[in-house]
C-alpha cells in the first residue's frame, strides 16, 4: 500500500514485487551463471522472467511457494533462450571445397542463352543444343540429326558466328 500526497492509502497493484525482486535479484543471476549463463545474459534472463511474473504478481503472490514459482518462470525464459531458433543449419567438420554460386547470376546466364538461340534458325539451334548443352560429340550430333559431319562443323561455326554478331550489334545500340 501506498500513501498519495493528501494522506488517502492506495493500493499498489505491484504490491511487493519491488521489495521482492530487490532481495531475490542478486541470487536469481548468480544461479543463472552457475547454469552456465555469461553474466550479462543471466541478468537479461532474470530481467524477462521478472517480467512475466510482474505481469501476474496477484497470481505469483497465491502461489504455495513463491520463490519456487519465480525460479520456474526464470529457468522457463533460460530454457527458451537457449533454444535454437532454426534447425536447418548443421555444423560440419570440413568446410565444402566448391562455394554454390548466385542462383540469380544462373537465372541471368539462362535468360542470356535462351535469348541468344531464339534468335538462331531451327537448324543452328539445334546443332548448338546438342553439341554444347548435351554435350554430344560432332560425330554423335550428326548421327542424331542424320545430317553429314561437315555439315555440323560448319553449322556449329555459323551458329556462334551469328551470336557473336548478335552481341556485338546489342552493344553498339547500348
Not at 519465480?70 to 568446410?95: D, F, I, M
Request: charge should be negative; hydrophobic fraction near 40%; glycine fraction near 6%.
Amino acid at each position: 500500500m501506498r500513501t498519495t500526497e493528501d494522506g488517502r492509502a492506495t493500493v499498489d497493484e505491484n504490491d511487493g514485487f519491488d521489495a521482492y525482486m530487490a532481495a531475490r535479484w542478486p541470487t536469481l543471476v548468480r544461479s543463472l551463471i552457475l547454469l552456465g549463463c555469461a553474466p550479462a545474459e543471466a541478468e537479461d534472463v532474470v530481467q524477462t522472467g521478472l517480467v512475466r511474473c510482474l505481469t501476474s504478481w496477484e497470481r505469483v503472490q497465491r502461489a504455495d511457494d513463491v520463490d519456487a514459482y519465480v525460479y520456474r518462470v526464470v529457468l522457463n525464459c533460460w530454457a527458451k533462450s537457449r533454444r535454437r531458433l532454426w534447425w536447418g543449419e548443421q555444423p560440419t567438420e570440413h568446410l565444402p571445397d566448391q562455394v554454390g554460386g548466385d542462383p540469380a547470376d544462373q537465372a541471368l546466364l539462362r535468360h542470356a542463352v535462351v535469348a541468344a538461340l531464339s534468335r538462331l534458325s531451327t537448324e543452328h539451334r539445334a546443332v548448338l543444343v546438342l553439341r554444347f548443352v548435351a554435350d554430344l560429340t560432332e560425330a554423335q550430333t550428326a548421327t542424331a540429326l542424320g545430317i553429314p559431319l561437315g555439315t555440323v562443323k560448319s553449322r556449329v561455326s555459323r551458329a556462334l558466328d551469328q551470336i557473336q554478331l548478335n552481341d556485338l550489334r546489342e552493344e553498339e545500340q547500348s
